[in-house]
C-alpha cells in the first residue's frame, strides 16, 4: 500500500497553477451522455474518481479518452442504462450518472452508492425529485430501477435542503425533458453554475444557475461542446493550508477569487496577508499563526464542508481557540482523531469541535479515512517535528493531483513510497 513520507518544518513557497475541479468535472462527464455527441472538456483533473467516471462511460458504451488534462467523450454509441455495483462503488457521487442516463434512455439501474466515510449520505432527494419529473422507482436490494412511465417532463421541485448532487440530478434530467422545470431552494455552489455553463453550450436552456431558483426549458436534442472546467476552489483552501502552517509564501495562478470568498477572511484572521490581482492569489504567512475563531459549515456561498478538514490543521498551530460547526456532513470529523496523535488538541461533541491551538505537532504514523481527511493530515505534517507516515492515501487520490509533487516543488519534503 502506497504511503506518503513527510518530513515537516520546510517553507512552502512558490508558485502554482490549481488543478481544474473535481466536483465540476464529474457532473460534466455525466452531462456528455445527454448530447449524443463529441465533448471536450478542458482542464480535468487526472484523479482517482474521474478514472472512476471514466469507466462508467466506457461501460455505456461511449468513447472516453484523456490526454494530459483534456477529456474527449463521444457518447453517440451509449448503449447501456446501468451501472454495476463494482462501478457504483468506486466512487460515490456516480449517482450522478442518473439523471443523465434516465433522460437519455429513459431508463435507469444503479445500486445505492453504499456505505459513506462521511456518515449516512441518502439519496431520497435524488429520488423524490426524479418521481415528480414522471420516473417510476423502485427500490429492491440495493439496486435502484427508474423507468420513465410516459414522458419525462418538467416540475416544480421544492428542495428540501440544497443538496448539490440532487440539484444537478434535476438539471440533468430536466435540460431534456418535456416543457419546464423549476428548482427552488437550488443549491448554489459554482461546480452547479459551471455544469449549466457546459450545457448552455450543448443547446440547453438554463436561467438562474447560482441562485436558490433554477429555471430549466426542456429542449429537443443537445449537442457536443467545448468547456474549460473551473479551478478547484478546495484545492485552493488546501495549498494556502500548507502555506499557512509553514509560514510560506504562495501564488496560486488562474483563480477565481468569489469562490473562495468564505475562506480568505479565515485566512487574514490568522495573520496572513492576501492580496489578489489579475486572478492571482498572493498568500504571505506569518512564522506564528492566531486562531481564526470560528468556522461553521454552511452551503455555498457559506464556508464549505471540504474546507473544514484543512483549516482544521492550520487552527491546530494557530495560538488561540477554534470552534468548528460541522453542519453538512454527520460524521465529518474522522480526522480528528489523527490530528490528536500529532499532538494537536482537540475535542468533539456531535457538530462542534473545540481546537486548543498548540505550539508544536509531532510526526507520527497517521491513516487517512476519507479524502478531505487526508488532505488534513498533509497540511499538518508539514508543520510536524520529524516524520509522519500518512496511510490510506488512496483517499488523497480521489481528489488531489500529484499533491506530493505539487508540495516538492514547494519546497516541502514529502514523498510517496
Ligand atoms: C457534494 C460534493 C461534496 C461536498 C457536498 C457538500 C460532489 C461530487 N460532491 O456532495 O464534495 O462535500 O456536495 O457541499 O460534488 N442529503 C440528503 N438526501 C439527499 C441528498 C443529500 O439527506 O438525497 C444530505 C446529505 O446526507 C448531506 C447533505 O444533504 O448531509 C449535503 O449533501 P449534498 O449537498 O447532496 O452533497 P453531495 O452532492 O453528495
Known amino acids: 500500500m502506497a504511503k506518503l513520507i513527510v518530513e515537516g518544518g520546510n517553507k512552502v513557497k512558490g508558485q502554482v497553477d490549481v488543478q481544474g475541479a473535481k466536483n465540476s468535472a464529474l457532473p460534466m462527464l455525466s452531462a456528455t451522455l445527454l448530447t449524443g455527441d463529441e465533448s471536450v472538456l478542458h482542464c480535468c483533473p487526472q484523479i482517482s474518481d474521474i478514472d472512476a467516471a471514466i469507466r462508467i462511460l466506457r461501460y455505456l458504451g461511449c468513447s472516453a479518452k484523456m490526454h494530459n488534462h483534456t477529456v474527449v467523450v463521444d457518447s453517440s454509441g451509449m448503449n447501456r442504462y446501468d451501472i454495476p455495483e463494482n462501478l457504483m462503488r468506486k466512487m460515490r457521487s456516480s ?38 419529473m414522471g420516473v417510476s422507482i423502485d427500490e429492491r436490494f440495493g439496486c435502484i430501477s427508474c423507468k420513465v412511465k410516459d414522458t419525462l417532463h418538467g416540475a416544480k421541485i421544492v428542495l428540501p435542503f440544497p443538496s448539490v448532487g ?26 452547479i453554475i459551471d455544469l ?151 475535542k468533539v461533541a456531535n457538530k462542534v469541535a473545540v481546537v486548543e491551538g498548540v505550539d508544536r505537532l509531532f510526526g507520527t504514523k497517521v491513516s487517512a479515512k476519507e479524502l478531505r481527511g487526508a488532505a488534513s493530515l498533509v497540511v499538518a505534517s508539514l508543520r510536524a517535528e520529524g516524520i509522519t507516515e500518512i496511510e490510506g492515501i488512496k483517499f488523497l487520490e480521489r481528489g488531489y493531483e500529484n499533491l506530493e509533487v505539487t508540495l516538492t516543488e514547494l519546497g516541502a519534503n514529502i514523498r510517496k513510497v
Open 95 to 132: 449517482v450522478v450518472f442518473l439523471g443523465a442516463i434516465i433522460a437519455r434512455t429513459g431508463r435507469a439501474e444503479l445500486y445505492f452508492p453504499g456505505g459513506c466515510e462521511l456518515g449516512p449520505r441518502p439519496i431520497d432527494l435524488h429520488l423524490d425529485s426524479l418521481r415528480k
Open 166 to 191: 440532487a440539484t444537478e440530478n434535476i438539471i440533468l434530467a430536466a435540460v431534456l425533458a418535456k416543457g419546464t422545470t423549476i428548482i427552488a431552494n437550488a443549491a448554489r455552489e459554482p461546480e
Open 196 to 346: 449549466c455553463d457546459y450545457l448552455v453550450r450543448c443547446g440547453a436552456e438554463i436561467y438562474g444557475a447560482g441562485e436558490s431558483t433554477i429555471i430549466i426549458y426542456g429542449v429537443e436534442k443537445l449537442k457536443g461542446a467545448v468547456h474549460t472546467i473551473i479551478p478547484d476552489r478546495i484545492v485552493e483552501a488546501t495549498l494556502m493550508a500548507c502555506c499557512a502552517v509553514t509560514g510560506g509564501e504562495i501564488l496560486l495562478k488562474g483563480i477565481i477569487t468569489s469562490h473562495i470568498e468564505s475562506i480568505i477572511p479565515l485566512f487574514e484572521e490568522t495573520g496572513c496577508t492576501v492580496t489578489i490581482k489579475d486572478g492571482n492569489l498572493h498568500l504571505v504567512c506569518p512564522q506564528r499563526l492566531k486562531s481564526f475563531k470560528y468556522a461553521r459549515t454552511m452551503p455555498y456561498p457559506g464556508f464549505p464542508t471540504d474546507a473544514q478538514a484543512v483549516m482544521m490543521s492550520v487552527a491546530t498551530v494557530a495560538q488561540g481557540t477554534t470552534v468548528f460547526v460541522e453542519n453538512i456532513f454527520e460524521s465529518r470529523y474522522r480526522h480528528v482523531e489523527e490530528l490528536t496523535r500529532l499532538g494537536a488538541n482537540i
